[in-house]
């Protein structure tokens, strides 16, 4: 008899066992969460959830940002998030830049969220993404079609 044939259905039942731990502890880790993870209701939520970008900009000299948030149609759930990534020694100027593309932002009725981060090289840019808060994510798991039928 192979022996390769003889160890199929161990490895078969691991995975399967694997797939059933991971599904429990999906299904448990909610209640488990720490207080400094937990959203403030109807305050935005200190965690977000937040699904592939619909717009980039960066500011790379070919167009403005004003220009740029110009030219967008949003759809009111929509998130912007202002990105500045600074090389070693340029903090400051980092935060410089944050802080005018936030004004520009606010000049056009958008409310961003910021990142200042470290990096190699200075780079800035903005991004449109559809977000939500943790509490938005777990309306929708409460209104499912499987907690309908129960």
Known sequence: MNARLANG???TLADLALILFLSAA???GPQNEPASAQAEPGGGGLL???ADPVSV???DGTASFDEWLSSRLTD???RLTIIVRHAPGRRQEAFESVA???LTAQAHG???HMTIEPAPRDEALAVFAFAGTI???RSLQDHSPDKAQQ
């Open 9 to 11: 259905w161990q490895i």
């Open 26 to 28: 999906a299904a448990i």
């Open 48 to 50: 977000t959830i937040a």
């Open 57 to 59: 900009f960066r500011a």
């Open 76 to 78: 009111p759930r929509e």
């Open 100 to 102: 005018r593309m936030a």
């Open 110 to 112: 958008f409310e961003p």
């Open 135 to 137: 509490d938005l994510a």
